[in-house]
């Protein structure tokens, strides 16, 4: 009955600390999940939601997925978890050969580890050992962009610029080189290529004078999620792949966010056709089951690593549950599941219906720039759709329109004034069109002034 279902309410209060959350503002709107099923979330009130941040970013197929829960299933009549260290075990093999097989051809290698930013935190410390592998004692350094986002570890928020997350962390970081993303929205310019030329020529001045005490480059794919969901101008992941090589420095590319069709490809990368020497995934890897993340590098630098142990080229990293088998039976049925339903060729279709949903949101008082590549979207609220002038961050309106947007049965993480909208990529078109009408519903509703 109701007062059972409140305790639960009440309990999550009195108990639990949030990740990322003002728990003020969580006991003046408390949400109890209870189940799931397809892209809907039922919370212990019996209400239910669309899913329309696929559960943050990583729900694909949608929630209760027969063939995953299935091979979960198959997987416990195996075993649940034994150690990756030293000692290998059959779904990692399994999901490790078809990542090589998913992924462009020149990754080659799978490390495993159970979030984006632990991955990120592997690619840093692989980019940093191989160096000193191969006797570069001088390559320290990480580049990073302006307002990018890898996780929050201590070593992905040294490398994130982010000012409201990672100022106040800013004495416990190491130092990493910012150069500027090609930010079109706020740019004087409207020309997508002056902006990517200008962040580009930045690079490379940055990196002309420092490359020697550069270890690597990472940047997210083709979007800045957390960040705000801008989309880098054609060109610019190209162009960073060749300052990469004339400078000799390594590339990385943290797909966390954009990989497993999200961009509308496989992973971000094949939109350019760059070659990254590491790559991050984590996120879609399961279809938003279990925590499982993985960390992709070439064959020049697993060999790097590889020599007698004396030698002192081991990679010394690795956590408890690394290479779950429940998780990697997961991940291995989540991609079967996009082999069968053939599901990477419809991301373009439903993208393009989704595109035509949301353009007539620009003609709204209060949205100043509408972003979208594949079913990656960001709708920016502001103050002055003219003069792009933002609402002040303290009046907190991409929060309030999601508040609106629960009352009207959608859930959703504002990223400041940025709404987010990333539907489980299985999402049906009548599913997506109705999330969107709800979408402008509460923006509406919010930003309006009324009597
Ligand atoms: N990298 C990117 C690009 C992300 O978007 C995220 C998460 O949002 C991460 C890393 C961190 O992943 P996790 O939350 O699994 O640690």
């Not at 970081?173 to 002056?194: E, G, I």
């Not at 930045?202 to 990196?207: G, K, M, P, Q, V």
């Not at 879609?284 to 960390?295: M, N, S, V």
Request: hydrophobic content about 40%; aromatic content about 10%.
């Amino acid at each position: 009955g109701m007062v059972a279902m409140n305790e639960w309410v009440e309990k999550s209060k009195t108990y639990l600390w949030l990740p990322f959350t003002q728990m003020k503002d969580y006991e003046q709107h408390p949400l109890v999940i209870e189940s799931g099923e397809g892209i809907f979330l039922t919370d212990v009130n019996g209400k239910t939601y669309y899913d329309g941040y696929s559960s943050l970013w990583l729900n694909v197929h949608g929630h209760r997925k027969k063939e995953i829960d299935d091979a979960i299933r198959a997987q416990l009549e195996q075993i649940a978890h034994s150690t990756l260290l030293g000692a290998a075990n059959i779904p990692a093999i399994a999901l490790a050969e078809k990542l090589i097989e998913w992924t462009p051809s020149h990754l080659t290698r799978v490390f495993y580890s159970d979030s984006g930013a632990e991955a990120v935190e592997i690619a840093l410390k692989i980019a940093f050992q191989y160096w000193r592998n191969i006797g570069e004692h001088k390559k320290q350094k990480f580049v990073t962009l302006t307002n990018g986002y890898h996780g929050d570890t201590v070593g992905a928020i040294s490398v994130g610029a982010i000012d409201l997350f990672h100022t106040v962390y800013e004495p416990l970081m190491f130092t990493s080189y910012k150069a500027p993303f090609p930010l079109v929205y706020r740019h004087p310019s409207n020309d997508p290529n002056v902006v990517r030329d200008e962040a580009l020529h930045a690079l490379e001045t940055l990196l002309a004078e420092r490359h020697e005490e550069i270890a690597a480059i990472i940047v997210e794919g083709m979007i800045q999620g957390a960040g705000g969901m801008h989309i880098m101008p054609a060109g610019y992941l190209k162009g960073v792949e060749q300052l990469c090589r004339r400078y000799d420095i390594l590339f990385i590319v943290d797909e966390v966010a954009t990989g497993f069709g999200r961009t509308g490809k496989r992973f971000a990368i094949e939109h350019e056709d760059v070659k990254p020497d590491i790559m991050t995934v984590a996120k879609g890897i399961t279809g938003g089951y279990l925590p499982i993340a993985a960390t992709l590098t070439t064959e020049t630098i697993y060999e790097a690593f590889y020599g007698d142990y004396t030698e002192f080229k081991t990679f010394f990293h690795g956590h408890s549950y690394t290479g779950n088998q429940l998780g990697c039976a997961a991940a291995l049925a989540n991609i079967q599941i996009f082999e069968r339903e053939r599901l990477i060729e419809q991301i373009e279709q439903k993208a393009t219906f989704v595109a035509e949903q949301l353009a007539s949101f620009t003609e709204l008082n209060h949205v100043g720039d509408v972003r979208q590549l594949g079913l990656m979207c960001g709708i920016e609220l502001v103050r002055d759709r003219h003069t792009h002038e933002p609402y002040p961050w303290t009046e907190r309106m991409g929060y309030k329109t999601t508040l609106k947007m629960r009352e009207k049965g959608m859930l959703t993480r504002p990223l400041g004034d940025v709404i987010v909208f990333m539907p489980p990529l299985a999402s049906t078109f009548e599913q997506l069109e109705a999330m969107i009408a709800i979408m402008k519903e509460a923006i509406i509703e919010t930003t309006e002034k009324r009597g």
